[in-house]
């Protein structure tokens, strides 16, 4: 399991966010705590809060791929 650390600034950028991650073709789920919810619902990320530093959970072999799409919501 990869995970990164990410943070969504404001609601314009929720659906931006959902967007990209809604076009990888596997799952991927945002935790924060014992808050686990689908990184591809816009309820969901809205849920667990904007302007926070999350974390992204998910399986793939193609890690580069996933952190160039996602570039403008890691945070290092």
Do not use: C
């Not at 789920?29 to 974390?55: E, F, H, N, P, R």
């Amino acid at each position: 399991m990869s995970e990164l650390s990410i943070m969504i600034p404001d609601r314009e950028a929720v659906s931006d966010f959902v967007e990209v991650t809604s076009k990888l073709p596997f799952d991927m789920d945002i935790v924060q705590g014992s808050k686990i919810v689908d990184a591809k619902s816009i309820l969901g990320v809205i849920y667990m809060g904007l302007g926070k530093v999350l974390s992204l959970k998910f399986r793939t072999e193609n890690l580069a791929d996933v952190k160039s799409s996602l570039k403008d919501f890691i945070v290092e």
